[in-house]
């Protein structure tokens, strides 16, 4: 069965510092994975999808970045977080055929 | 632009009754709808999904229904228990797909 895994679970940083989060998947190959964030009080919003290695689609233009160095790895980044960064990350596959996504636990960001 | 509406205020429900939750949404013709549901700080999980023509799903105690005339779908929870409490997001689906903010789900005992 597919699972997903993301780390850290939790991480608290600095406004202006970098930023990698990282998303595995087992039990599938050549998934489409996207990455959500959830702020407090808002929806699920979209920021990135990606249906290879190396093909990133960005949703929402912001300090954010996307990649997919392999099949099965997809990571977030940031070069300067702002505070409105903060948020809960979640990473997710598309299941096949009938379009539902399977989440990640997320990743709690607090930029301080 | 796109927008999804459900229920903001928390919604209370008796245990053993049938709880409803509401997905409106306009300026969009879905492909197909889905219903989710997370727990406090988890990642949500998939319940159902039903297609534009379809007009209603089922599985185990839970009710989907799909008015694509009305631009709504209602999430039906059957002999509600406390277990079900949670946040229920409605997401919608065409070549992309969008998430609504959620509604919680209380079930008192």
């Known amino acids: 069965s597919q699972t997903i895994h993301q780390w850290p679970a939790t991480l608290v940083q600095p406004v202006g510092s970098p930023l990698s989060l990282e998303c595995t998947v087992e039990?599938?190959?050549?998934?489409?994975l996207y990455w959500y964030r959830q702020a407090a009080g808002r929806g699920l919003q979209l920021l990135f999808y990606?249906?290879?290695?190396?093909?990133i689609s960005s949703e929402v233009p912001q300090n954010l970045s996307a990649s997919r160095p392999q099949d099965r790895q997809f990571i977030l980044s940031s070069k300067k977080l702002l505070l409105s960064d903060s948020g809960f990350y979640l990473c997710?596959?598309?299941?096949?055929?009938?379009?539902?996504?399977?989440f990640g636990p997320g990743t709690r960001l607090t930029v301080t | 632009s796109q927008k999804i509406e459900q229920n903001s205020e928390a919604l209370n429900i008796q245990e053993g009754k049938t709880a409803t939750l509401t997905c409106n949404y306009t300026?969009?013709?879905?492909?197909?709808l889905q219903w989710y549901r997370q727990d406090p700080g988890r990642g949500p999980v998939f319940l159902l999904l039903?297609?534009?023509?379809?007009k209603e799903k089922r599985k185990e105690r839970l009710k989907v229904t799909f008015d694509t005339t009305l631009k709504q779908s209602l999430f039906h929870i059957t002999a509600s228990q406390p277990a079900d409490s949670a946040t229920y997001l409605c997401?919608?689906?065409?070549?992309?797909?969008?998430f609504g903010k959620g509604t919680r789900l209380h079930i008192l005992p």
């Open positions: 039903i297609r534009e023509n379809e």
């Open positions: 039990g599938t190959s050549n998934p489409n």
């Open positions: 990606s249906v290879g290695i190396g093909q």
């Open positions: 997710a596959l598309e299941g096949t055929g009938r379009r539902e996504q399977y």
């Open positions: 997401a919608l689906g065409d070549d992309k797909i969008i």
């Open positions: 300026n969009y013709s879905p492909a197909y």
